[in-house]
């Protein structure tokens, strides 16, 4: 998969069993994805605000939300850990009742940015 940026004049690859994190608080990051036939994605979205609040008390432990680093940009790809990857199955074969829907997915996002960060800490499962 490739993501793209400024209308396609910059490509980003991200290759299989890889994930990717786009961190930009300077500006929007407006973005086209090409897709390779029978490739799948799991895109989480969330604001800076959300995102920091969820990590208020843990910041130090991830370098980039650092007090130096809070208004710089930070991209960055790596392997899918299995404990991500039995995540992200969860998430694409979910099959709970539509009212819980919304419950069940903030749940497994929430688990799988745990298991994202934690590897940064050098705890990879």
């Known amino acids: 998969m490739n993501f793209l940026f400024n209308d396609g004049n910059y490509s980003f690859p991200v290759e299989e069993e890889n994930n990717i994190l786009l961190f930009n608080p300077q500006r929007d990051l407006p973005m086209d994805l090409k897709l390779a036939p ?5 895109s989480v979205v969330i604001s800076i605000k959300k995102f920091h609040s969820l990590f208020s008390q843990d910041a130090d432990h991830i370098h980039f939300l650092s007090p130096d ?44 940015l745990s298991l994202y960060f934690n590897k940064e800490r050098g705890c990879e499962q």
């Open 69 to 112: 680093n809070l208004t710089k940009k930070y991209y960055d790809t790596s392997i899918i850990t299995p404990s991500m990857a039995v995540v992200l199955s969860q998430i694409l074969s979910a099959n709970v009742h539509p009212s819980m829907q919304a419950l069940y997915l903030k749940g497994k996002v929430y688990e799988l």
């Open 38 to 42: 029978n490739a799948w994605l799991v």
